[in-house]
């Protein structure tokens, strides 16, 4: 039941910023024919496993479309190393998988476990939905204001949450403007980069490719936690993009 969490503020960060290196370290050992980087992204599967947040996986599972849609002919002849990574897994964190298989199905279900305790710390993410939407109606426009969300539970009358939907969260702070300037830098941004990797065959291409996997993995990720609130995997992420961009 331990979920690790390094020198990260939460396991769910930890396990977000793993992810978004792990395709660096592919482009490396693809690059480099070098079987350390081939390594190195292994051991970032494993440390995200270990930190049994539902979030890397998801994420994970986005790096995985993208690397498909990109360079699907290489992506398709490393299927056969799903099964031993598994099980190097089960052996090296005993008990992740389990854990892992729990958390996507929790007793009466993962869509029942999310919509239970609205306003509450513990709330689900689809029970935070519906409060959420009715703050944001009152300033649809410009919203609330950037970093002015009310998070102290302890206090009776308060309506807020933490709410762990940055995509949510942003538009509650910042309002449909800000919700669409957002939404317009991911989707610009996974439009290039992975437009010219696609056309690009070179190691070029290739980085790009690791780069717009990393871009889609963190835009993702944002629908189940408030990714802003956590540093490390959000410089990572300007850090990308910058590289990307240049």
């Known amino acids: 039941g331990v979920r690790a969490r390094g020198s990260a503020q939460h396991s769910i960060a930890l396990s977000a910023a793993l992810v978004v290196l792990i395709p660096l370290a592919i482009y490396l050992a693809h690059r480099y024919r070098q079987r350390r980087w081939a ?49 190097v897994v089960h052996f090296a964190v005993p008990g992740t998988l389990g854990a892992i ?15 239970a305790s609205a306003h509450s710390s513990g709330s689900g993410r689809i029970a935070d939905l ?14 609330q204001g950037y970093g002015t969300q ?5 206090k009776p009358g308060v309506e807020a949450n933490v ?7 942003t538009l509650l702070e910042t309002g449909a403007l800000g919700f669409v300037g957002w939404l317009w830098f991911f989707v610009r941004a996974i439009r290039r980069f992975g437009g010219e990797a696609k056309r690009d065959p070179s190691p070029r291409g290739w980085l790009l490719t690791a780069i717009t996997a990393s871009v889609a993995a963190y ?16 410089f990572l ?3 990308l993009v910058a590289m990307g961009s240049s």
């Open 101 to 115: 298989r729990h958390s996507f199905s929790p007793p009466g279900g993962l869509v029942a476990e999310q919509k």
């Open 150 to 154: 009310v998070v102290n539970l302890n």
């Open 39 to 87: 390594l190195a992204a292994f051991l970032l599967g494993i440390a995200c496993a270990s930190t049994v947040s539902r979030t890397g996986i998801l994420m994970l599972a986005v790096v995985a479309i993208v690397f498909l849609l990109l360079r699907p002919k290489e992506t398709r002849r490393l299927w056969w190393a799903l099964l031993p990574a598994l099980a």
């Open 130 to 143: 519906g409060p959420a939407l009715k703050i944001w109606q009152r300033k649809p426009l410009a919203g």
């Open 219 to 234: 835009a993702v990720g944002m629908l189940t936690y408030d990714a802003f609130s956590f540093i490390q995997v959000t």
């Open 163 to 169: 709410f762990d939907d940055q995509w949510l969260g």
């Open 237 to 239: 992420l300007f850090i």
